[in-house]
């Protein structure tokens, strides 16, 4: 079997706080002893609530922040011990895709040289001259026109600013999109404008797609599989349709039953497990399972001891002591 | 008689480009333990309408129209007045929770000033009647809380902080524009909760302002859609979801992604972005994007119509 595409083995991502003359600080470990493998052509979502390391993987993934453990895997190929032109070759083929576009994009440069400039960097190999016709090109294949290669980023909306951020990232014909928060900010008719738009990017190129939100009904449209974090841990990893069908960690019990359906019959229905107390600080993360202090089936051994990743179901990766257990009518107060 | 009487409200702005029209023409009545929602994309004046109402635009801002609060006109009464009821007898709740928190005063402090202000309350009386809203929102810690400073709460509870504030003089009416937009979905649920049962057991009314159907559908009675600065949709909430009858309403359904079923083939977008507030089409602002639009919506502009129980603004839905 060929490798995946990206693999990632056993990630830890820490970064150093308040380190001034006077101490080193404190050590926060935003991710901690994350796996996780993308196929080409797959969409793989990762969700959770803010601060659970989603973004930092997302950095990591794109070489932006150093493992402190683990290994980074493009094609088979450790990213730390890459040479200059495997490097490169990384840059080229992994580009990213972030929430706020207006924010992303140079405000003194046309759309036209925003979405032409990675080649000059990324494909040296692209003639000079031919950079404006594929700029535009790709302009026209984000929905928008022509003319607007003259423009600049502030005379568009969020929607579009986002299909011409995207138009920036797909240039250099990347295997791997990675979209942090790509479509949070956008209003609902434009989200799912983008949403169609990166699923028929999919469908023509066969792009795969790291697609991070914490918008769960999203992720359920447009991931073929998803991984729950939190506190910097993968909870559970899962095929879409069966993670939605059933829930192996609680975490994701709870966290599903906490978003609210479009249907007034079904919202009435919907009991949501009210989790207790606050998300502890990444600073401070909880011993044994992160999840135990607000977990309600945690036990004595779960405050104890990190749960090994289990393999309860076909494809589907779990963390926690009793998988399988169902903690709906278990909500404790306070 | 209404606890709250919306009539023919308009907001406009002066602006170096001439006189934008943010909200034309809004009409819509409240009763006590009621809930509206008030749903639509940016710039459809869904947060400049309430605004309005509370005399809170900015300088260039100019609001017309009539709003009865129990019976008493909220437009052009004297600032004095507004700021006697705002905080008092109705309050607010936006989604930016970090602006709307003073961050060199304890948490304690800036919650009993409210009761001390508006109640006449002892400082004593009204530290504890604020840490007993901290107990009702499910903060961790309350007492902890109440000792600390709005930088060293997270997000969700900082918000938390800012509905027991508006909650703190059991106000009769509630306005919360997005106030769980920026939060994680399990503070979201608590949140939400807590409305519902304030509505149901305090009597309090809400209007919550929400680009969100699924925040609509759980906790408000009735709905009003609003695109281009006025209500195209208005009806009770059951029946809004079961058969949308506006074609902006339509869209907006097809496009919101529900988590209990996914669809297949993608979800169906309404193609385009709402008109700019200074090109307005001449007929029904909607006309450009609508695909039942005929070359009549592009000229009249279409006024809403009572069918049964729900108002819509639309030439196409039948009587």
Not at chain 1, 153 to 179: H, K, T, V, W, Y
Not at chain 2, 176 to 195: G, K, R
């Amino acid at each position: 079997m060929s490798a995946p595409l990206l693999s990632i083995e056993g990630l830890d991502v820490r970064f150093q706080i308040g380190r001034s003359l006077f101490g080193k600080g404190e050590s926060l470990q935003a991710v901690r002893d994350v796996s996780l493998t993308v196929e080409p052509g797959e969409c793989v979502g990762i969700v959770g609530e803010s601060g659970c390391g989603k973004s930092t993987l997302a950095r990591a993934a794109l070489d932006f922040v150093t493992p402190a453990a683990g290994r980074i895997l493009w094609r088979g190929r450790d990213l730390a011990t890459l040479d200059a032109a495997g490097r490169h070759a990384f840059r080229r083929a992994v580009q990213p895709v972030f929430q706020n576009p207006l924010g992303s994009l140079n405000p003194r440069m046309t759309v036209g040289d925003i979405i032409a400039e990675p080649l000059e960097t990324l494909r040296p190999d692209i003639p000079a001259a031919e950079r404006r016709p594929r700029a535009i090109a790709w302009l026209e294949k984000m929905g928008l026109t022509a003319d607007m290669a003259d423009r600049y980023p502030a005379e568009f909306s969020g929607g579009q600013a986002q299909r011409i951020a995207i138009a920036r990232a797909m240039i250099s014909e990347p295997e791997m999109l990675i979209c942090d928060e790509a479509v949070s900010a956008l209003d609902v008719s434009v989200k799912a404008q983008i949403v169609n738009l990166l699923q028929a990017l999919q469908r023509e190129t066969g792009i795969a797609i790291i697609f991070i939100s914490h918008d769960l009904a999203i992720v359920r449209q447009i991931a073929t599989r998803v991984m729950v974090m939190y506190l910097g841990r993968m909870m559970e990893d899962s095929a879409t349709a069966p993670l939605f069908a059933r829930q192996y960690h609680p975490y994701t019990q709870a966290l599903l039953s906490a978003v609210p359906i479009p249907d007034p019959a079904a919202e009435r229905a919907r009991v949501p497990t009210l989790l207790r107390a606050e998300v502890p600080s990444p600073l401070r993360p909880p011993s044994g399972c992160v999840f135990h202090t607000r977990c309600p089936a945690a036990k004595p051994n779960c405050i104890l001891e990190v749960p090994a990743p289990t393999h309860p179901a076909d494809g589907r990766t779990v963390a926690c002591h009793y998988a399988g257990v169902q903690i709906r009518g278990m909500q404790v107060a306070g | 008689m209404a606890m709250l009487e919306i009539s023919n409200l308009g907001v406009s702005f002066r602006t170096p480009r001439g006189t934008l029209h943010a909200v034309k023409d809004v009409s819509f009545s409240l009763e006590p333990g009621r809930c509206l929602g008030i749903v639509g994309e940016s710039g459809s004046g869904k947060s400049q309408t309430m605004l309005g109402m509370l005399g809170l635009l900015p300088q260039n801002g100019t609001v017309t129209g009539s709003a009865l609060f129990e019976g008493e006109e909220l437009i052009g009464a004297p600032r004095r007045r507004l700021d006697e009821l705002r905080g008092a007898r109705m309050s607010l709740v936006f989604q930016d929770s970090i602006t709307g928190l003073t961050p060199h005063m304890r948490i304690g402090d800036q919650l009993a000033e409210v009761l001390q202000v508006h109640k006449g309350f002892s400082r004593k009386q009204a530290l504890a009647e604020s840490l007993a809203m901290l107990e009702v929102l499910r903060l961790s810690e309350p007492e902890r809380r109440l000792r600390q400073y709005p930088h060293e709460l997270s997000g969700g509870m900082r918000q938390r902080v800012m509905i027991a504030m508006a909650l703190l003089c059991k106000p009769s009416l509630l306005i919360a524009d997005e106030p769980t937009t920026a939060l994680d979905v399990t503070v979201q649920a608590t949140i939400l909760s807590t409305l519902g049962k304030l509505k149901d057991h305090a009597g309090t009314a809400i209007i919550l302002i929400t680009h969100d159907l699924s925040v609509v559908a759980g906790v408000c009675d009735e709905v009003a859609v609003m695109y281009g600065g006025r209500i195209v949709e208005h009806a009770p909430v059951d029946e809004l979801f079961a058969a949308p009858a506006h074609p902006y309403t339509k869209g907006l359904f097809m496009c919101t992604p529900r988590i209990d079923m996914p669809r297949g083939g993608g979800l169906p977008a309404t193609p385009g972005v709402p008109p700019p507030l200074n090109a307005m089409p001449p007929g029904c602002a909607f006309s450009p994007r609508c695909p039942e639009a005929d070359a009549r919506c592009e000229q009249v502009r279409p006024e809403a119509r009572r069918i049964g129980n729900r108002l819509a603004a639309c030439l196409k839905v039948p009587a």
